[in-house]
């Protein structure tokens, strides 16, 4: 192992309130940074069951990338890179989160560090500074990190030869790859697989059918099922996706094919099987499916946020490990409150306190930008379920057949452009709108991904005909996970929002969670209607 350098954290992480994390092994913050242990030379997860080391021994980092740039390697026992994700990517929306969500896409991979800075609008070498700067490690250590989680899975949950491996992981040799795997675990890949046998790890399961793999997703808790599994089941569209005995299967496009996903939800993880054309996908689609189900939120820090954690009797988090960032990129207190506070901020706390919310509500996200804009213009000003009659005969025309429990592809915006107004019904200036955006899509005129800032994408999109503010902001919410948009013009959350007694014309008491108190809002009119019945909490998963 090389020499251990000293490192420079870059996040606003308080060293006091990281350290009680650590000392009590609180789970709730991996993933939210980690423990690099100068003496022994490894990086850890907050929850990890070794002995506490001493503070003088100990730095704590944003990303695991910075402790493997400095010389660290994984701890073996607690596998850091297994924890879910930072919720400050998605909080955040500066360059360095931005990079951070398209570097989890694969966005490296498939077009190195030039294909990121152009995609962000930046050179490579300011890219790098503002990386290094913040992140404590550049691009290419980013993507090395999320290589090499790829490779731990793969060589965990496949019988895959490590060649197949080296490659589908995003290596560009053998070698690389055999290197990578050495420095970060401290292993070679052929010991990693045979451990595994010995000792099965958390989130994977043990190999099975050759092209299948089965994951477990690690998600904070707790978490609201009832909520995604209505949301789920009511959007699904025949032909692309079935929502059958509490397993959502989908049928998806990839960057170098297409996967077919079946997700479920168990205590303290998502069951996920994944079925990929090209195993290169596997991490895009992770990232994904996290995306998807909002996996990397903090619930317990947004619930005590908006006063939810207290009702429920969850409590606040106390610690102050992760600050906050508010939507002006202000710094909290890890109290769920910001420093730069406003007077309403106890106001928020109070009001919500009585409402009944559920603690762990997420904000759905979804696999592919372009399907959410598209199927959001048709369902405009009808209902979820004639939304998805119209979908499905859209998908069964112009979508791509596969083999699979669901047999087609959302089609492309190509397809669509060229065949839509063939296939669309409905008022005539709405059909023409639709196939306008899908040729915008297509031409490379509007771009979706998850890279872009929310007042840039909520702009384009305004821009197109037939695209008003309820679309511009559910759109822009869901596809970068935006965590503060208010969807004051929707009909169903005023209806919650009058329910709850809540003034959505002056919602900044909220900040910066109101994409959360949106869905709280949802839920609660839904429920009033009795189109959604609140189910028992899962029951928190053992640690293996």
């Known amino acids: 192992m090389g020499a251990?350098?000293?490192?420079?954290?870059?996040?606003?992480?308080?060293?006091?309130?990281?350290?009680?994390?650590?000392?009590?092994?609180?789970?709730?913050?991996?993933?939210?940074?980690?423990?690099?242990v100068r003496t022994t030379g490894i990086y850890c997860r907050p929850s990890c069951p070794a002995i506490t080391p001493k503070r003088v021994n100990v730095s704590f980092l944003p990303t695991a990338a910075a402790a493997q740039q400095a010389g660290y390697r994984a701890c073996r026992r607690c596998l850091p890179d297994a924890a879910p994700g930072s919720p400050l990517w998605n909080v955040r929306a500066d360059l360095a989160a931005r990079a951070m969500r398209l570097i989890g896409d694969g966005v490296i991979e498939r077009g190195g560090v030039p294909g990121l800075a152009a995609t962000l609008g930046y050179s490579q070498r300011q890219l790098t500074r503002v990386l290094t700067t913040e992140l404590g490690a550049g691009p290419l250590a980013l993507?090395?990190?999320?290589?090499?989680?790829t490779a731990r899975l793969l060589?965990?949950?496949?019988?895959?030869?490590?060649?197949?491996?080296?490659?589908a992981a995003g290596f560009a040799s053998i070698r690389q790859f055999n290197d990578t795997v050495r420095e970060v675990f401290a292993v070679s890949p052929t010991t990693m697989r045979s451990e595994l046998r010995r000792s099965p790890r958390a989130d994977v399961v043990a190999p099975g059918t050759p092209g299948l793999l089965t994951l477990r997703l690690p998600y904070r808790e707790p978490l609201d099922t009832g909520w995604l599994s209505w949301f789920l089941s009511a959007h699904a569209v025949p032909g692309m996706e079935l929502w059958e005995d509490g397993v959502y299967t989908r049928s998806l496009r990839t960057p170098h094919g297409h996967a077919t996903i079946r997700l479920s939800f168990q205590p303290?993880?998502?069951?996920?099987?994944?079925?990929?054309?090209?195993?290169?996908?596997?991490?895009?689609?992770?990232?994904?499916?996290?995306?998807?189900?909002?996996?990397?939120?903090?619930?317990?820090?947004?619930d005590s946020a908006l006063g939810i954690g207290r009702a429920a009797g969850i409590g606040n988090l106390g610690y102050g490990a992760i600050r906050s960032v508010d939507s002006a990129g202000h710094i909290g207190n890890g109290s769920g409150e910001s420093d730069h506070a406003t007077p309403h901020s106890g106001t928020a706390a109070v009001a919500s306190a009585g409402l009944g919310f559920t603690p762990g509500i997420r904000v759905p996200g979804c696999l592919e930008g372009s399907d959410l804009?598209?199927?959001?213009?048709?369902?405009?000003?009808?209902?979820?379920?004639?939304?998805g009659t119209h979908i499905a005969r859209l998908v069964e025309a112009l979508g791509e057949q596969i083999d699979g429990p669901v047999p087609?592809?959302?089609?492309?915006?190509?397809?669509?452009?060229?065949?839509?107004?063939?296939?669309?019904?409905?008022?005539?200036?709405?059909?023409?709108?639709?196939?306008?955006?899908?040729?915008?899509?297509?031409?490379?005129?509007?771009?979706?991904?998850?890279?872009?800032?929310?007042?840039?994408l909520r702009r384009d999109l305004l821009a197109l005909d037939g695209v008003g503010?309820?679309?511009?902001?559910?759109?822009?919410?869901?596809?970068?996970?935006?965590?503060?948009?208010?969807?004051?013009?929707?009909?169903?959350?005023r209806q919650g929002a009058a329910r709850a007694g809540i003034d959505l014309d002056n919602t900044t008491r909220w900040a910066p969670w109101r994409s959360y108190l949106s869905m709280h809002l949802w839920k609660t009119a839904l429920e009033h209607r009795g189109a959604l019945v609140r189910e028992p909490a899962l029951q928190e998963a053992k640690t293996p």
């Not at 804009?373 to 939304?387: D, E, H, K, P, Y």
């Open 469 to 493: 503010p309820w679309t511009a902001d559910y759109v822009t919410m869901r596809s970068l996970a935006d965590p503060d948009i208010p969807l004051g013009t929707d009909l169903v959350v």
């Open 143 to 149: 993507a090395r990190a999320h290589r090499a989680h």
């Open 4 to 36: 251990i350098v000293e490192l420079v954290t870059i996040t606003a992480l308080d060293f006091e309130g990281c350290y009680r994390a650590v000392s009590t092994r609180d789970s709730r913050f991996d993933g939210q940074f980690f423990t690099a």
């Open 268 to 302: 303290g993880h998502v069951r996920a099987e994944l079925a990929l054309r090209d195993m290169r996908d596997l991490a895009p689609t992770v990232a994904r499916v996290r995306h998807l189900l909002d996996l990397d939120a903090d619930p317990i820090g947004i």
């Open 155 to 167: 060589i965990q949950t496949t019988e895959m030869p490590m060649s197949d491996i080296a490659f």
């Open 408 to 456: 087609r592809l959302f089609p492309t915006a190509e397809a669509i452009a060229e065949h839509g107004a063939e296939v669309l019904t409905g008022p005539a200036r709405r059909v023409a709108a639709i196939v306008s955006a899908a040729r915008a899509i297509a031409d490379g005129e509007l771009v979706l991904h998850s890279g872009r800032t929310a007042d840039d």
């Open 373 to 387: 804009l598209l199927c959001t213009m048709i369902g405009q000003q009808i209902s979820v379920r004639a939304a």
